[in-house]
């Protein structure tokens, strides 16, 4: 399924006035055509991508934009062949090692002189996201932040407090259990909600550099440092802090169980937040809190799934992608594609704005300010699709028969021994 926006001098009604006023803003001149491919084929996102198109066009009159809309499960699919024939000029795709396939296979551009001093410092939170070997291959343009939602008003009966420390979040979740309560909802029917736990376990153990080198194949699941990671995440296990039956349900079935005050939080993206307020909590009941540290010396890193664009290394008309990337990366582009009336997600730009949501706010102070270890793609994302299918079965099984530990990490070894050869 595809659509060709095209967006030329005439489609946009231009006029030399126009053109002139973007030139004197400091816009350089830029010509011929701009092939642009995009998986933001949803309503939503496909119309904010047709904004960028639109806006980026108005300030480079003389440049013929071509946008080609993919169906998002067919681009996937997609990608590699059309980098490698009928390339693009930009390309979306998604941050980390989802990225180093591209990398590696030299399909992605070497854009590090893009990340200037301004960009390296207005996407600090995310530079390390789009950063391989020592380079940056891509811009970020939108995120969301992920941390535990909790009912604040059973925490304020309870004479609790946002823990700041991992001590305080078991000493919460010791006296949630007195009070007859499960600490967290959980669905694991569908794998990947484990695979939050995990990552936030194991970079609060073990830092964001260990995490990633895990996931990328360079470090052994059976290791000590693995191994703490899953001491820490028995010591929920053993208090009985997650519900009961938990591989029955799915993220969504979960949630009730906040809603009723059965659990007192989850871990989750912050797309929870729709699902919770529609089911009648309101922003009084529920809150939010970073995951708090394991090791005070490990700077702390976050779990923020992150959309790119890329400029493929056989791109006809660079200089115009990268004007287009640097558009895209804009405060004041940012602030508009990610409003609650477009993608309704956080900007990457620390100098953005962010809607009067206190949700959104929150997030994008921690990931604007206080995320100094990284940003993580997420288990599913960090790890490639049959290594993570196969960790995440152990990672629910963990949950389910901790005492399974040995024969866990032993074919978690196995299977990557094989998957990253």
Known sequence: ??????????????????????????????????????????????????????????????????????????????????????TPDVANWYAANRMRPYVDANLFEDISDLWDDQISEELASTKGAMTLDGKQWGVPYTYYQWGVYYRKDIYEELGL???????????????????????????????????????????????????????????????????ATFANWRKLLDMGAFIDNHTSYSWQESLPFVVSGDAAAILKGNFAVAPLREAGLTDDQLDFYQFPAIDASIPLAEDAPTDTFHIPSGAANKDAAKAFLKFVVSAENQTIINNGENLGQLPVNANSSVDDDKFLKEGFEM??????????????????????????????????KPDNLDAILTRLDKAAERIYK
């Open 161 to 227: 407090a946002e823990p700041a420390t991992f001590d305080e979040e078991i000493a919460n979740c010791a006296k949630i259990i007195e009070s007859g309560k499960k600490c967290y909802t959980i669905g694991t029917k569908f794998l990947w909600p484990a695979g939050g736990w995990f990552d936030y376990l194991n970079m609060r153990t073990n830092g964001y550099d260990f995490h990633a080198a895990l996931l990328a194949g360079e470090k052994k699941w059976d290791s000590d440092e693995v191994r």
């Open 367 to 400: 990931l604007s300010s206080n995320s100094p270890g990284g940003v993580a793609q997420f288990f599913d994302r960090d790890a490639p699709a049959e290594m993570a299918k196969v960790g995440m079965e152990g990672l629910q099984e963990f949950m389910v």
């Open 1 to 86: 399924m595809r659509s060709i926006l095209k967006a030329s001098t005439a489609a946009l009604g231009l006029t030399a006035i126009l053109s002139t006023a973007a030139f004197a803003d400091g816009h350089e001149k830029l010509s011929g055509d701009l092939k642009i491919f995009s998986d933001m084929s949803n309503p939503a996102p496909r119309a904010v991508m047709e904004g960028m198109v639109e806006r980026f066009g108005e300030l480079h009159p003389d440049l013929n934009i071509e946008l080609t809309v993919i169906d998002r499960e067919a681009y996937k699919t997609q990608i590699r062949n059309f980098l490698t024939a009928n």
